[in-house]
């Protein structure tokens, strides 16, 4: 892996095969920020948010945990990789949610004269979201919304749409809101040949933002029951991510702990596809381990 611009060292923790950054709010949206403003040029930046479900959905998607391994910065999206990270010994001091991350970047861009884009999210979430940050960061320059439709990834001229949207808007942020794994594969598919400077994957925000579903109150995080909070609201579409993804991910670092040890990333290497020594990255660690779990899966 080349030298990082950002001349930092943050050391990852290895769960279950995917790389986590051990980093915080602050230090994620102060440094990107920074690095956006600087005028040596470097390819584009993707920022990903591995959770409990990423981690499990990645078991099975070789092309997913690729795209994970290709990512600049992988923050600790989840309560759950966070307890984890301290199993495995590498702790990591807090959750970094990625509409959390888009909110402080969003401030920054402000202040910074940054512009951003926002692709994604259900039915005009998209365009209420920016438009609500835009009332709370006036100073923000909204470069471009689009909601594309429904299995947009198959027709081949719909991409192309969105990726002349996106080239003519040249944003320096682009928020990707298209769901996992589907909008971690498109970043790292198509995010390198366009004109921006970053692309954060945050899920749901969008729809959250835009008050069209409702987020978790901030005091579940703190007692680590969001997962119940939001499994009673919505149980129809999460009562197998939690019901049967939650405790496939206890398995996977347990069984990672008792047969591995702590600190096992220092043993393991990423997909051998995954080209580590072009990609820009937040991190000036050595060039990460395969991950175990690609050898031996549940």
């Not at 100073?139 to 001229?157: K, N, Q, T």
Request: glycine share 6%; aromatic share 8%.
């Amino acid at each position: 892996m080349q030298q990082s611009f950002l001349s930092i060292d943050l050391s990852r923790c290895i769960v279950a095969g995917v790389p986590i950054d051990r980093i915080t709010l602050n230090e994620a949206a102060g440094r990107l920020a920074e690095a956006l403003q600087r005028s040596t040029p470097f390819a584009p930046l993707l920022i990903m948010g591995p959770n409990a479900q990423l981690v499990t959905l990645a078991q099975q998607n070789h092309r997913f945990m690729e795209a994970l391994w290709a990512s600049s910065l992988n923050i600790p999206d989840g309560i759950s990789v966070v307890l984890a990270s301290r199993l495995l010994g590498k702790p990591i001091s807090e959750r970094v949610t990625g509409g959390d991350l888009m909110e402080r970047l969003c401030a920054e861009a402000a202040c910074r004269n940054l512009s951003v884009f926002f692709l994604g999210g259900l039915p005009e979430a998209a365009k209420i979201a920016a438009e609500r940050l835009q009332q709370r960061y006036p100073a923000l320059s909204i470069a471009g919304v689009y909601c594309p439709p429904l299995r947009f990834e198959r027709d081949s001229m719909e991409n192309a749409h969105i990726r002349q949207l996106i080239t003519e808007a040249s944003p320096d942020l682009l928020f990707v809101a298209l769901g996992a794994p589907k909008q971690e594969i498109w970043m790292e598919e198509n995010c390198p040949t366009l004109p921006i400077g970053a692309a954060l994957s945050v899920g749901a925000a969008f729809d959250t933002q835009a008050g069209l579903r409702k987020r978790a109150p901030r005091w579940t995080g703190s007692l680590w029951v969001e997962w119940l909070y939001r499994l009673v609201h919505e149980p129809r579409r999460l009562w197998r991510r939690y019901l049967l993804g939650n405790p496939y991910f206890i398995y996977l670092v347990l069984k990672q702990c008792l047969l591995y040890g702590r600190f096992v990333d220092k043993e393991i290497a990423p997909p051998s596809s995954v080209d580590r020594t072009t990609a820009p990255s937040l991190s000036a660690q050595q060039q990460p381990p395969r991950p175990v779990q690609a050898k031996s899966q549940a």
